[in-house]
DNA sequence: ATGGCCATGTAACGTGTTACATGATTTC
DNA sequence: GAAATCATGTAACACGTTACATGGCCAT
C-alpha cells in the first residue's frame, strides 16, 4: 500500500495535476517507487473519493488538468503510514534467477547479459550522481538527500558486483563462440 | 514471468514435489525470488498444462506429493529464457518513500523504523555469511556463490547507508519525547 | 478412530502492466 | 479548422497476497 502514499508526499512537496505527477515521477521521485500514469490516475480517483486529497477541477470533464492538493486527513494518514512498523519488500531480481539457471543448465553464456546490465547501472548511477551535484543540499531536505546516496550506494555495489562476476567467468571461449568474431 | 522459469531452475537442480520445492524457496532460492506454495502450485500446474514439466503423481487426488522434473521442452525454454534480454526491473523501497514523506512532514521521526530495519539486514547478511561459508564452492557452482555474494554485497551497503543516515541525524530529541523515557 | 499435521488446492482481492479511447488545447 | 499533442480515463490481464478448504498420513 505504497503507491496512495508516495503520491500524497509528492503532492505535499509540490500539488499538481496527474500528468505532472507522472512526470516527476518518471524524472526523479519514482527512482525509488515507479508509477506509470494509469496508475497515478487510478489512485488520485481512490485518494479523492477517501477524502483525502482535493482536486480544483473546473469541471469533470476529460482532458482537463485538475490541480491536486492535500487534505488534513490526507496528511494525518500519511504521518500515520510513515511512523507504521513495515517489513521490508523481498528482493525480486530476474538476473540472479538467471545466473542459476546459467549455472545448472551449463551451456548458457550470460556474459553478454551480464555485460548490458552493468552498463545500464553505470547510466543510472551517473544520473544519481548529476542530481547530488546539482541539488542545494541543506539540514531541511538532508532526508532527501539520503535517499538519492542510497540509489548512488546501491548502484555502486551493483557495478562492483557485476565487475568482480564477470572477471571470476573463464566462460572466454562459450561467449566467443556465440557472439560476432568482428 | 520469472517465477516459472525460477521454478524449473529449481526443478534442474533437484527434483521435488510442490512442497518440496516451498521449502527450498524459502529457506535459500527464494531469497532473489520469494515465493508462497499458492504460487508455487498454480505455476507448477500451469507448467504441466504446457508440457515443460512432468509430475509422477501416483493419482490426482489432494493430499497425496507429486514429484515433478522438468522434461526436454522445459529445459530448451528455461535456456531461451536466460539468454534473452531483460530489463531490470524496477526498484520498490518503501523505506525511502518513508524517508521523504517524513522530511517533508517535518516532526515524524523515522530513526526508529531505521534502526530496526538495520537489525533485520544485520540478520539477513549474517544468514548469507554462513550460506557462503558452509558452501563447498568450486568452478562448477561459481555462478551460484555469485549470487550470494550479490546478498551479502547489498546487505552490507544497506547496513553502511543505514548507519550512515541514522549519524547525520539531529532529530535526537523528537525521538527521545516519542519514547518511553525509561 | 481421532486429532494433528502435511500436501495440495480454491477463491477473492490488491496492485502493476499494457493497450487503447476520448475530450481539451495548441499549432500551423 | 485540421493535425498533433496533452490530460484524463477505461478495460483486460498478469502477478502476488491472504484466507481458507479438502484429502491423505501419522501418532497415540
Redesign the interface.
Known amino acids: 500500500m505504497?503507491l496512495p502514499?508516495?503520491i500524497?508526499?509528492a503532492l505535499?512537496?509540490q500539488p499538481g495535476s496527474g500528468a505532472e505527477l507522472a512526470r516527476r515521477f518518471d524524472k526523479s521521485?519514482g527512482?525509488?517507487?515507479?508509477a506509470t500514469h494509469q496508475q497515478i490516475y487510478r489512485e488520485l480517483a481512490k485518494l479523492e473519493r477517501n477524502g483525502l486529497v482535493h482536486s480544483t477541477g473546473r469541471d469533470s470533464s476529460r482532458g482537463r488538468a485538475k490541480d491536486y492538493n492535500v487534505l488534513a486527513a490526507g496528511?494525518k494518514e500519511?504521518?500515520r503510514?510513515?511512523?507504521e512498523?513495515?517489513?521490508?519488500?523481498?528482493?525480486?531480481?530476474?538476473?540472479?534467477?538467471?545466473?542459476?539457471?546459467?549455472?545448472?543448465?551449463g551451456?548458457?553464456?550470460?556474459n553478454d547479459?551480464l555485460e548490458?546490465?552493468l552498463g545500464?547501472?553505470r547510466t543510472q548511477l551517473a544520473a544519481y550522481q548529476q542530481l547530488d551535484q546539482r541539488g542545494s543540499w541543506d539540514?531541511?531536505?538532508?532526508?532527501?538527500r539520503?535517499?538519492l546516496?542510497?540509489g548512488i550506494?546501491?548502484e555502486?555495489?551493483w557495478i562492483?558486483?557485476a565487475e568482480?562476476?564477470l572477471a571470476?567467468?573463464?566462460a572466454a571461449e562459450t561467449d566467443r563462440a556465440t557472439s560476432t568474431p568482428r
Request: proline fraction near 7%.
Open positions: 505504497s502514499h508516495a500524497l508526499t505535499l512537496e521521485f527512482f525509488f517507487w515507479p496528511r500519511l504521518s503510514w510513515t511512523l512498523q513495515q517489513e521490508p519488500r523481498p528482493v525480486r531480481e530476474e538476473l540472479m534467477i538467471r545466473l542459476r539457471a546459467s549455472s545448472v543448465l551451456d548458457v553464456p550470460i547479459e548490458r546490465h545500464l547501472h539540514d531541511a531536505n538532508r532526508l532527501q539520503a535517499v546516496q542510497a550506494m546501491f555502486q555495489t562492483e558486483w568482480h562476476t571470476l567467468q573463464p
